[in-house]
Structures are given as structure tokens and as C-alpha cells.
């Protein structure tokens, strides 16, 4: 090591360099302590925050972003025990019982996960918009024994014969059992007393499976505990009470579920809910319902950033956080442009992580480390490994990164041989992300180990030619993938969307990447496409993009 990088080791009191482990700088006190109380339940926890609230019965909780139908906190609290009830009493769900939930977001949405949380049931939550052959894996695969469904979904599960309970009753539907309607006729019903330990599955969320096929995440209640008290610590350090949030990430994804289904609730905030998000929709709730926060991800700030206006009043944003996937530093620097007077925030997690592990405190941090994706959060430490000889990386040393704490995941349901190979004898989960620290103890994310191009043995970052790609003024997305080649293994392959009216060619794509990056980073394959596959939280399926490669090399066979 020369001594400018003993220089900047020193400076990172984050970096402990005798074990090569970085610490989180926040130390949680007081209120914001992470429970240690063995005997504690995700939702009992949940609910006696809302206690210590200023007037719980007028502070309003949830809105709903179509109606503006609100929900006030007292209201929330009443529900969630009454469905509860109704659950424990109707329907027989008892502790350890997994429910199956398939809705799009709504206010109804916590609700339904912290009444099963609070009789010791298991939430695993489904997207929408999966396939009826997806879905009845996932409720094979989870064990789950009741399912709650919205009525436009139910088709999709005739098949698994599983019993199941509508959100909310269609007028024509006189047969079927409702959400509502359990809460309506549990209102003064009791709970028993149900134990539950921390160390007891509370939630089961199938990861992504952006790169292979998807695996239940088992998380306990500690996790999400853990996760909870650290949300409810940055909303109370960055947000004012009067803030109003915006929510159009799905609740089904860790994002979603962590932020606006449990932590969130904690610091008494308020939530407009979408069902689903649509760019045109979220204009017009940020100006209607004067929205300040708005958790998001990179596909829509690129929205935001290509948005050419439309008479829509967006003054009242203070806050935008990214998450779920890297955002580029040509992505923020366009948004801080645009939107000077916005902190832009973004941010690092995974579902095995309850969904963060860093974030940025101040916008003027994040903006003087534009790629950066924050410091580690309260509770976490972190080590980068060289993913071949598996040394421990100092700051600037790219590696996998290696994070720890107790809101990392208790395994993958059903699978022992890739637990094994995530989560490590000491603890130390493998996030499959090549990244580095900075000498402050800040995060890059440089891209996912598996989706690195290997081209003549040279290793290209896909994320790092999209974030060029999206900085010209004709490209409105792009996606790289590796191509199969004889002579060099794999080569750069770009999928555009094009502008609309561009005359944008092959070449000038390729002669574009061509005069800003090393010559074994040139992009030797370029394909127009309408629309980039993406994964509801906004991560590139580049599964799917390289199957459409090879599909089209066989066509043409």
C-alpha cells in the first residue's frame, strides 16, 4: 500500500484496517435502540408507536392517491386488530400459518400484513402480475394456507385450491368473504395471548430473480425489527411531521413493505398510496396532495429527468431517494439540474437485507459523491472481497461486497446449499455486488458479479456503459448485455430505446461508446427495442434480454 492510500485508509474512521471490516459511523440511542427484548412481535411493536403519538385520531396515516379516501392512525390501530381477530377466530391462522398475499398496493395493504404479523402468522407477499404457473410455485413453495387476493386476481389461483379471502367484496359477489368484511364484524373481538420470538419467521419475499430463478427470503422478526427501528431513526433525522410521502413502489417488494407497510408508520408519517405507478398518475399526486418524499427508483428519475413538463405544480418535493438498483452519476447530475431544489438520496439494500444497508443522511453529501449510494446504515458492518482470492479489499479495492448485521436474512426457504453459499459460518452475507468504499466510508456499486462481460479476459461493467448510453440526448433507455463470441468469450451488446422521430444508427451507438471508454469496453453489438424488461423494482432483466439475443442468432439460422 503507497502512502497517498494509507493517507485516505486513515481518514476513513469507518475502515478498521487491521480486519478490513468497515463500521457503521451511527450509533442508535435511545428511542431509536434496535429491541432487544427476546419476546417481541414485528406488529405489537408497530402498534405501540402509534400510542406515543400526538392525537393518533386525527393524524392521518394513509391516503388513498384515487379517492382521497384517509385513514387516521387510531383507525389503522383498530383495523389491524379487528382483522386480526377475524383471522385468528374465522379463519383458524395461528402462529407459524403462512398467508399467501396477491393485491396491488392499497390502503388496505398494512393492514392485512401486520394483522398476520400480529398473531404470529407468515406474510408472503406475490406481484400481480405473475403468471398463474408462477404463482402456484410460490404457494407450494412457501407452505402458505390461506391466501388473500384481490378480486381481479383470484383466476389465478383456482388451480391451488388454497382457501382464500378477497381484499375488498365486487357488489355482484355475494359469496365471497371480504377484508372489510372481517373487520367490520371482529371490531370488539380480543386476541389471545400469542408468543413469538424474534427469532421466529415473520416474512417470506421471493427475490427478484433477475439473474436465475427466484428463492423465498426468510425473514425473522428480528430482521424486519431491526429494519423498522432504523427506518423510523432516518424518517425522525431527515423528515418534518408535516412531510406527505408518496408511494407507488409495489408493497409486495421489500422496498415497499419495509418503507411504507412497517417503518414508516413508526414516525407517524403520511402516506399517499398508489395502486400502481404510472408517470402521469404521480404528477398529478405530487401536486395535488403536495407531496414532499417520494422513495423511487432509477427508471423513474429517468423519467423525471426526460420529463419536458406539462403544467404540473412540483415545488412541493423536498426528497427523492433512490434504491433497488445503481443510479448513475450522469442520472443524478442530470436530476440535481433539473430539480435544484431537491435532495437526491440515493441508496443501497437487497431483499436479503430487509431492503437497505446504506443510505445518505444530507442531499449535500449524496450530491458531493454523485455515483456514491451512501454510508453504511446503524447496525451494519461490511468487508469487500476479492471475489477470486478472496482477500479483504482496503478503501478503492473492488471486491464482492460482504455485509453483516441483524437485519441480514435468516436463509433461503428450502435451500440449504444456497444459504451456505450466501451466508458464511461468521454470519457475513455475500451480496453478489462488485463495489468499493471510498476513503469516507462511502459506497460505489460498480455492478452485479454475475452480469460482468468477460471480454478477452478483461471484466466490463454493463452499468457502467448504460450510464453513458443514457447521457445522450437520442437514447431514452438502454441495456447491455454479454454476446456470445468465438474469438473473445463475450462482447458489450446494447438493446437502445430510441427517442421518438430519432434516426439514431448501429454505428453511431457503437462510435458513440467508442470515444469514452477503453477499447476492450467498446460496444460491439447494437439492437433496437421498444421497451427495456425490467423487474417491478426497476432492476434490468437481463435474463430475459439475452434470451431474446440467442432466440433471434437461432432465427436467423
Same mark, same amino acid.
Given at each position: ?177 371480504? @377484508? ?116 423511487? @427508483? ?43 431544489? @431537491? ?202 434480454? @439475452? ?11
Amino acid at each position: 500500500m503507497n502512502t497517498f492510500q494509507d493517507q485516505r485508509v486513515n481518514r476513513n474512521r469507518s475502515y478498521d484496517p487491521r480486519t478490513g471490516i468497515y463500521h457503521s459511523l451511527i450509533k442508535l440511542k435511545g428511542k431509536h435502540k434496535i429491541p432487544t427484548s427476546p419476546q417481541l412481535n414485528t406488529a405489537s411493536f408497530v402498534l405501540s408507536q402509534f400510542s406515543k403519538m400526538q392525537s393518533p385520531e386525527s393524524r392521518v396515516a394513509l391516503i388513498d392517491s384515487a379517492t382521497s379516501h384517509r385513514i387516521t392512525y387510531s383507525q389503522l390501530n383498530r383495523s389491524i386488530h379487528s382483522l386480526a381477530a377475524g383471522l385468528y377466530y374465522g379463519l383458524g391462522v395461528r402462529k407459524g400459518d403462512v398467508v399467501f398475499l396477491l393485491s396491488p398496493n392499497s390502503t388496505l395493504y398494512p393492514t392485512i400484513c401486520l394483522a398476520i404479523l400480529l398473531i404470529g402468522g407468515v406474510v408472503t407477499t406475490a406481484n400481480p402480475v405473475s403468471s398463474e404457473t408462477e404463482l402456484t410455485k410460490q404457494v407450494l413453495d412457501s407452505g402458505a394456507k390461506l391466501a388473500i387476493a384481490a378480486h381481479e386476481e383470484l383466476h389465478k389461483l383456482v388451480s391451488t385450491r388454497i382457501p382464500t379471502l378477497v381484499t375488498a367484496r365486487e357488489p355482484s359477489s355475494d359469496d365471497e368473504l371480504s @377484508v372489510e368484511e372481517l373487520i367490520d364484524c371482529c371490531d370488539s373481538m380480543l386476541l389471545p395471548d400469542i408468543r413469538t420470538d424474534q427469532s421466529d419467521t415473520a416474512a417470506i419475499l421471493y427475490s427478484s430473480g433477475t439473474t436465475g430463478i427466484s428463492k423465498g427470503v426468510i425473514l425473522t422478526h428480528r430482521n424486519l425489527l431491526s429494519m423498522i427501528t432504523i427506518l423510523k431513526w432516518a424518517a425522525d433525522k431527515t423528515s418534518a411531521k408535516d412531510d406527505i410521502f408518496l408511494c407507488f413502489i409495489p408493497m409486495f417488494h421489500i422496498y415497499g413493505l419495509a418503507f411504507f407497510g412497517l417503518g414508516l408508520l413508526c414516525a407517524g408519517t403520511t402516506t399517499v398510496l398508489m395502486k400502481r405507478f404510472d408517470f402521469q398518475g404521480m404528477l398529478e399526486a405530487i401536486q395535488t396532495y403536495k407531496v414532499s418524499n417520494i422513495p423511487a @427508483v432509477p427508471p423513474v428519475i429517468l423519467s423525471l429527468v426526460k420529463y419536458n413538463g406539462g403544467g404540473y405544480d412540483l415545488s412541493s418535493l423536498r426528497n427523492v431517494g433512490s434504491g433497488a438498483a445503481p443510479l448513475s452519476k450522469h442520472l443524478a447530475q442530470g436530476f440535481r439540474a433539473k430539480f435544484p431544489w @431537491v435532495e437526491l438520496k440515493p441508496g443501497y439494500g437487497l431483499t436479503e437485507s430487509c431492503g437497505a444497508a446504506c443510505f445518505f443522511v444530507t442531499g449535500e453529501e449524496a450530491k458531493a459523491r454523485s455515483a456514491a449510494s451512501g454510508g453504511l446504515l446503524p447496525s451494519f458492518s461490511a468487508k469487500v472481497v476479492d471475489p477470486v482470492t478472496r482477500v479483504v479489499m482496503g478503501p478503492y479495492g473492488e471486491g464482492e461486497l460482504w455485509l453483516k448485521g441483524p437485519a441480514v436474512m435468516k436463509g433461503y426457504l428450502g435451500n440449504e446449499a444456497a444459504t451456505s453459499e450466501t451466508i458464511d459460518s461468521d454470519g457475513w452475507l455475500r451480496t453478489g455486488d462488485l463495489c468499493y468504499f471510498d476513503e469516507d466510508g462511502y459506497l460505489f456499486v460498480v455492478d452485479r458479479i454475475k452480469e460482468l462481460i468477460k471480454y478477452n479476459g478483461y471484466q466490463v461493467a454493463p452499468a457502467e456503459l448504460e450510464a453513458i448510453l443514457l447521457n445522450h440526448p437520442h437514447i431514452l433507455d438502454a441495456a447491455v448485455i454479454p454476446f456470445e463470441d468465438e474469438e473473445a468469450g463475450e462482447v458489450p451488446m446494447a438493446y437502445i430505446v430510441g427517442a421518438k422521430g430519432s434516426e439514431l444508427s448501429e454505428d453511431q451507438v457503437i462510435q458513440y461508446i467508442a470515444g469514452q471508454v477503453a477499447p476492450h469496453k467498446k460496444i460491439r453489438r447494437v439492437a433496437f427495442i421498444d421497451e427495456i424488461p425490467k423487474s417491478v423494482a426497476g432492476k434490468i432483466l437481463r435474463k430475459d434480454l @439475452v434470451a431474446r439475443s440467442k432466440q433471434n442468432i437461432r432465427s436467423k439460422l
